[in-house]
């Protein structure tokens, strides 16, 4: 790709965004006379790279200031830990999952589940009890005793890993009216060499690594912007309800509406960071100081606490939240235009939604008040029983996921490899995937199986496109 240093940002933006610019250094983007707006899927924020380095690009409006330091986050996020004491990195475990966040978001993009002779890699498993009567208490999960909320199925040595889990999957087949047959697969899981016996009545919810890019732009969108989607009593009756979460907060303690991961069960990218440190690194920070050992009989790790510094935290966090968004691409080609409108036929756009507003984000000038293509509303929805991990997690139920973003979605094969999407990647391309889609998105299936071969197709190039 080439960059070019341009005055996009006063040229185009002027009158948002003047003053912001005005102290930023020059920006790297690429220089075209005109934007379409939907092709700027990220705002000011955007890149036009459509290649296997697409998600892993800084966001181009970022200050000479503020792109160092996104760089710093960037050796962080890369950062491989060992068991301590050592000189770099230690504080690994001693029961973790994997052992850098680039090992699970591989190039800033997404995980996928193991090929039946791979190990986990980036797909992990969250634990916990039932509560009474399966009742959504808005409380978190019910940690399991010797287990806590993360099957950690690495350990360091002289350790014993929580556990293996083995996937096998059913085929299902389902034909659409035109009598095209798509084989779909549903992953069935069984723990293994669990150091010690799960409890029978445990709840699982795999989960797969999201792609982190575009993040901060997702933290800026307003409360009452998201709120505004919500309809959990569905009074506009088309079926869709869309329900904020609310997660506790560890830094402010109290609940706060929950944004990242699968079931919106974050509520700040600072949070979610320090999270994957603690339940996916076993690595302690200022906000989780216990080992997520703690209540194992093998807890026999004392390093220094905390083993990640809150200036590590920080840049790691920025880097999430600055990460550029991939340009859309095709925009103009009559299928793809197609596909977008049958995209809004068939009732994507209620969840997807594709345009929103940030709001000013504190510190992260480059990601606020931009205009934003992401296609989620980053609530969570009824998805219905073929998806459900049946694990409820703050108000989440067992069958409610939040609106992944598909901004970046026809990347995936080129920066990750593969075409797996969905909570645990059972999907094997995007068609499979929508054809999961039950609970609030029935109708929207529903009118997909009723396309024609050509339609379907405009559909997924349309997916593609973003
Ligand atoms: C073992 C694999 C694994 C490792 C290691 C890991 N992650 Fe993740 N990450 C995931 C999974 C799985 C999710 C989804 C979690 C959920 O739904 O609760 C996730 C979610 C996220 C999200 C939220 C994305 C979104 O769209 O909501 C961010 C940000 C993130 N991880 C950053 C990091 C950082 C930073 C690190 C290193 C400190 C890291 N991750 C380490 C697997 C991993
Ligand atoms: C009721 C809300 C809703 C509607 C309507 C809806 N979706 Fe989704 N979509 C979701 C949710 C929630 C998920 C995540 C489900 C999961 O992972 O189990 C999802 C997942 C996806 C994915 C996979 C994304 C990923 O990152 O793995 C694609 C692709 C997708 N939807 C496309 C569509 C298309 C196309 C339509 C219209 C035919 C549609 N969706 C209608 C809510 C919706």
Redo the contacts with the bound molecule.
């Keep these: 790709m080439k960059h070019f240093y341009s005055l996009f940002c006063p040229v185009l933006l002027a009158s948002v965004l003047l003053v912001a610019c005005g102290s930023e250094s020059p920006v790297v983007v690429k220089s075209a006379p005109v934007f379409s707006t939907s092709e700027l899927a990220g705002g000011e924020t955007t890149v036009f790279d459509a290649s296997s380095h697409a998600f892993s690009i800084p966001a181009p409006n970022l200050s000479a200031s503020a792109l160092e330091k996104h760089l710093e986050g960037d050796v962080e996020?890369e950062a491989v830990f060992v068991t301590a004491p050592a000189v770099v990195n230690p504080g690994l475990g001693p029961i973790y999952?994997?052992v850098?966040?680039i090992?699970?978001?591989s190039r800033d993009g997404r995980?996928r589940p193991p090929d039946a002779d791979e190990g986990l890699v980036?797909l992990?498993f969250?634990l916990s009890l039932p509560k009474a009567e399966d009742s959504i208490d808005g409380k978190p999960p019910i940690p399991v005793p010797g287990f806590g909320t993360q099957l950690n199925n690495r350990a360091v040595v002289g350790t014993d890993p929580e556990g293996k889990v083995k996937i096998d999957y059913t085929e299902q087949t389902l034909t659409t009216e035109d009598g095209t047959r798509v084989h779909l697969r549903y992953p069935n899981y069984t723990f293994t060499e669990t150091y010690q016996p799960l409890p029978s009545e445990v709840e699982v919810s795999p989960?797969?690594?999201?792609?982190?890019f575009g993040?901060g732009l997702l933290e800026a969108i307003p409360e009452n912007v998201i709120l505004a989607y919500a309809d959990e009593a569905d009074a506009n009756g088309d079926g869709i309800s869309g329900k904020p979460n609310y997660v506790w907060d560890v830094v402010e303690q109290r609940y706060n509406l929950g944004r990242?991961?699968?079931?919106a069960?974050?509520p700040t990218?600072l949070q979610?960071?320090a999270a994957?440190?603690h339940d996916?690194?076993g690595i302690t920070t200022s906000l989780f100081q216990t080992e997520n050992s703690a209540g194992q009989p093998q807890l026999t790790h004392h390093s220094p606490k905390p083993e990640v510094s809150d200036e590590i935290l920080d840049v790691?966090t920025f880097y999430?939240q600055t990460l550029a968004v991939p340009a859309r691409r095709n925009l103009d080609d009559p299928q793809v235009k197609h596909g977008e409108q049958l995209f809004a036929e068939a009732q994507c756009a209620s969840c997807h939604v594709p345009t929103l507003r940030t709001g000013v984000l504190t510190g992260v000038p480059s990601v606020s008040n931009q205009t934003i293509h992401p296609y989620t509303d980053l609530l969570l929805h009824d998805m219905g029983p073929g998806l459900a991990d049946n694990r409820p997690d703050f108000h989440a139920n067992g069958s409610e996921w939040r609106t992944p973003p598909l901004w970046g979605i026809g990347l995936v094969k080129r920066v990750n490899g593969h075409t797996n999407f969905l909570h645990d990647g059972r999907a094997r391309d995007l068609m499979e995937a929508i054809l999961w889609h039950g609970g609030e998105a029935e109708r929207s299936r529903q009118i997909v199986e009723q396309m024609s071969k050509a339609e379907r197709n405009a559909l997924i190039a349309f997916l593609e496109s973003l």
């Design positions: 996020f999952n994997n850098s966040c090992n699970c978001h995980g980036s992990l969250r989960r797969v690594a999201p792609v982190v993040l990242f991961g699968w079931k069960n974050q990218l979610q960071v994957a440190y996916d690194m790691v999430v």
